[in-house]
């Protein structure tokens, strides 16, 4: 194969790699779990060096509230995977099942539903209000559901070779949560390498899994386009896990230009081994109508700007259509509250590739668009046949479709499965009487939507932020119609048959929700864009995470108080 690169690297590491195969297999439960222990250490010890990392690959100021976003998304959920994961191997190595001790409940249409969050006293106080639950496939029972639990790790002697792992650009607890999934779920020992936007944290990656490398069983690599092509082509690696898009996806089975096309066409892939892959999609967020209060319309417009502006917009699971009821008495005011929040969020710098042209061609496609700091707002979009519905924009545009207010929730679901490309993620928000008068018919609507992750009241990216969640598409994809991705990962629990997550929050913040008989005492989420204290809460979040100190509760409670 001819390269313009050097490959001794790549031949290299997995010829180490290969080696730690048979390291892996003969490594126990026990000691697996004691490298993960290590690991959550070596994470805590070096979450600052992590963030420093992070701010350099996004230009964010050291003062700025959005350096928060990277606390949480970075080394915390990094310490509670870590931590969820070593728990679960704990069960395991005592023969246990990892859901012994834990209520399974019932979903519609029969499924099981395996509870997230809360998990243990803490998410109660520092989530009070959230909740979360994993529902698997119909069909599976209760005792299948704690019987298959455990995954690869229920046979760890029988590993699976090698896997190569395609670092995501965005989010920096990606490439390394993937990488344990593969060990852990999988029994396949790692080259991971980073996407090249991620370069700088090279060195904190190779700090905090030290453990694994020195052991061989987790090799990091550098590089682009041509090293990854190298790499997942390589004889040597068995299975391909990715973080994108899918295009990318399918220029890596595929092939790129008209060859690829004519594979595509053919059923030629020219990735001839299994892939998994977490890929980005059209998120919509659908907003129920209802009676709201001035407030619940400026904080619930705070919230859907927030699943778009989160990251400068580049995240996988951002909303991306806002999905309205026409003849709602109150659209207006929260459209403009929307702008108001899109406008008045934080300005950032747009750090990932090709933003400024993604958001050039939505302005071209739309001219009459709303634009600020960036930032771009298409409203009244047509239902179909228009970009925005069937593009990842995977920058900071957002557009919003307003739909018959008849059976608003139906046209809703409708649109969201067949009209938008994807299945990552979709959010509902509802006043709490709008949940009480539909009853069941809001718990069929969630059943309905085809989505790996369906949040209501919350944010999706809540379920990446829980470990014991799973996290990807609906199932049923496949290598030629990819939409959001094949698999899942995160899934501390290590559940088979997983369908989806569902996430729940409150709909008003503290004290309004304590007010209005919510019972829940948590204030605007840290992770919201305008949250003035993020900074702060989330390094105090981080810090807890890697030492559960109860000394630190405070500070914590202090800080997100007055965000």
């Known amino acids: 194969m001819s390269t313009t690169f050097d490959t001794a690297a790549i031949d290299t590491a997995l010829a180490d790699l290969t080696e730690g195969v048979k390291t892996w297999a003969a490594t126990g439960l026990g000691r697996r779990r004691e490298l993960l222990d290590e690991l959550h250490a070596l994470t805590a010890r070096d979450a600052e060096a992590w963030v420093a990392a992070a701010r350099t690959i996004k230009q964010l100021d050291v003062d700025s509230p959005l350096v928060g976003e990277e606390w949480m998304s970075g080394p915390m959920t990094m310490l509670g995977g870590v931590q969820a994961l070593s728990d679960t191997m704990a069960a395991l190595e005592q023969g246990a099942s990892p859901l012994d001790g834990v209520d399974l409940g019932s979903a519609p249409g029969g499924r099981v539903s395996v509870p997230v969050l809360p998990h243990g006293i803490f998410d109660k106080l520092l989530l009070s209000g959230f909740s979360g639950e994993v529902w698997l496939r119909p069909g599976v029972d209760a005792a299948t559901a704690r019987r298959k639990a455990g995954l690869a790790q229920l046979t760890p002697a029988e590993t699976n070779g090698v896997g190569a792992v395609l670092g995501a650009g965005n989010i920096m607890s990606i490439a390394p949560l993937d990488t344990l999934y593969e060990l852990y779920a999988n029994n396949r020992v790692v080259a991971l390498k980073l996407n090249p936007i991620t370069d700088p944290l090279l060195p904190v990656l190779q700090a905090i899994f030290a453990p694994f490398i020195e052991l061989g069983v987790v090799r990091i690599l550098t590089g682009g386009a041509a090293e990854g092509g190298y790499l997942v082509n390589h004889p040597q690696v068995a299975h391909v896990h990715m973080t994108g898009g899918a295009p990318t996806h399918d220029a890596i089975v595929w092939g790129t230009g008209e060859e690829g096309a004519r594979r595509k066409q053919a059923g030629e892939p020219a990735l001839t081994k299994p892939i998994t892959s977490e890929l980005g999609g059209v998120a919509p967020c659908i907003v129920i109508p209802g009676e709201w209060s001035a407030a619940d319309l400026k904080f619930q417009a705070e919230h859907v700007a927030t699943m778009r502006l989160h990251n400068g917009g580049y995240n996988c699971v951002a909303?991306?259509?806002?999905?309205?009821?026409?003849?709602?008495?109150?659209?207006?005011?929260?459209?403009?509250?929307?702008?108001?929040?899109?406008?008045?969020?934080?300005?950032?710098?747009?750090?990932?590739?090709?933003?400024?042209?993604?958001?050039?061609?939505?302005?071209?496609?739309?001219?009459?668009?709303?634009?600020?700091?960036?930032?771009?707002?298409?409203?009244?979009?047509?239902?179909?046949?228009?970009?925005?519905?069937?593009?990842?924009?995977?920058?900071?545009?957002?557009?919003?479709?307003?739909?018959?207010?008849?059976?608003?929730?139906?046209?809703?679901?409708?649109?969201?499965?067949?009209?938008?490309?994807?299945?990552?993620?979709?959010?509902?928000?509802?006043?709490?009487?709008?949940?009480?008068?539909?009853g069941a018919r809001l718990d069929s609507?969630?059943?309905?939507?085809?989505?790996?992750?369906?949040?209501?009241?919350?944010?999706?990216?809540?379920?990446?932020?829980?470990?014991?969640?799973?996290?990807?598409?609906?199932?049923?994809?496949?290598?030629?119609?990819?939409?959001?991705?094949?698999?899942?990962?995160?899934?501390?629990?290590?559940?088979?048959?997983?369908?989806?997550?569902?996430v729940r929050g409150p709909f008003r913040p503290a004290p309004r929700s304590i007010l209005a008989g919510e019972f829940s005492t948590t204030p605007k989420p840290p992770w919201f864009v305008a949250n003035k204290t993020g900074a702060t809460t989330g390094r105090r979040l981080t810090e807890f995470y890697g030492d559960a100190k109860l000394r630190r509760l405070p500070g914590i409670f202090w800080s997100a108080l007055r965000g």
């Open 319 to 438: 909303a991306q259509t806002v999905v309205l009821s026409a003849d709602w008495p109150q659209k207006q005011q929260f459209l403009t509250e929307l702008r108001a929040a899109i406008d008045g969020a934080p300005a950032r710098k747009a750090y990932y590739p090709g933003s400024d042209n993604r958001v050039a061609g939505a302005l071209d496609s739309y001219p009459a668009a709303g634009r600020a700091n960036g930032r771009v707002l298409v409203e009244n979009l047509p239902t179909e046949d228009t970009p925005l519905l069937g593009t990842e924009y995977f920058s900071p545009v957002l557009g919003v479709v307003e739909l018959p207010g008849e059976d608003f929730l139906g046209n809703a679901v409708e649109f969201a499965n067949d009209k938008l490309m994807g299945t990552l993620g979709a959010n509902i928000i509802a006043h709490p009487d709008t949940i009480k008068a539909l």
């Open 445 to 502: 609507a969630i059943e309905d939507l085809r989505y790996g992750t369906v949040a209501l009241n919350s944010w999706t990216g809540l379920a990446f932020l829980t470990p014991r969640a799973s996290w990807g598409a609906y199932p049923g994809h496949t290598i030629d119609d990819v939409q959001s991705g094949i698999g899942v990962v995160h899934n501390a629990f290590l559940l088979d048959d997983v369908e989806r997550t569902v």
